[in-house]
């Protein structure tokens, strides 16, 4: 995903300091809650369930966490999250897509557009740039668990449109109504994956300046410091030179 898995791969490079890992928990189990609580709370009957508690897994929550968080869903007094999406323009007019699970809608959308103001872009309204990206599903899995070859073949008897692969992984990307079915032909292959879920992937990236990307960086980084911010992506691409400055 351009500018955003960039980032996310700069930020696993530093490594996570506990309050970061906390607040990354926080928001795994609200997911979690939601997943449960929208629909059964068995991950086997529960797509979007099951793809938050790999996600979950993924960033090696503990079990006792996951179930607390599924459980959540059923008692009286869980808090009623709302699902929003706010887009717009970062520096140098990349677009930017904000998913948000909040209890206080006034509350996030001020703080939102606070991060774009002060970045120097603005919140646009719904619909302003989300056309410029495909909302489609995404499995992942390490780059151990097959070749490029083998996991091409097995993503188009899969049923899926496209395979990314490189030393940090393997991407298959699908419609996104077939995310589920998709999933579990590749499971019967190669196992569980490290991540499977709905994404907004970009038609096209914008390469930015150093200067740029840095402040695109600290935009992306303040979103997702957001309490109530569950994904941020954006259609820019950094240069090799701030990735490894920002990576070392």
């Known amino acids: 995903m351009a500018g955003h898995s960039q980032f996310k791969n700069i930020m696993h490079r530093k490594g996570k300091q506990d309050a970061v890992r906390s607040k990354l928990f926080s928001k795994l189990a609200r997911e979690i809650t939601v997943s449960a609580k929208l629909g059964l709370p068995d991950p086997n009957m529960n797509a979007r369930l099951r793809a938050a508690i790999l996600a979950a897994r993924a960033e090696n929550m503990p079990k006792d966490n996951i179930e607390r968080a599924i459980k959540k869903a059923s008692g009286a007094d869980t808090e009623n999250y709302e699902e929003i999406r706010y887009e717009g323009y970062g520096p ?104 499977a879920s709905l994404i907004w992937r970009p038609q096209n990236t914008i390469a930015v300046d150093d200067e740029t990307g840095e402040k695109l960086l600290r935009l992306v980084e303040n979103l997702e410091d957001n309490d109530d911010v569950q994904t941020v992506t954006a259609n820019f691409e950094l240069s090799d030179a701030l990735i490894a400055k920002m990576s070392a």
């Open 92 to 195: 140098g007019g990349v677009a930017v897509i904000v998913e948000a699970l909040t209890d206080n809608r006034n509350r996030t959308a001020s703080e939102v557009r606070s991060y774009f103001t002060k970045s120097g872009g603005n919140l646009a309204e719904t619909g302003a740039v989300s056309f410029m990206f495909d909302r489609v599903g995404a499995v992942e899995y390490d780059a151990a668990k097959a070749d490029a070859d083998a996991m091409m073949e097995a993503a188009i008897e899969a049923g899926a449109d496209d395979v990314s692969s490189s030393e940090d992984g393997h991407e298959v990307i699908c419609a996104a109504e077939s995310l589920f079915e998709v999933q579990k032909a590749l499971e019967a292959k190669f196992g569980e994956p490290r991540k």
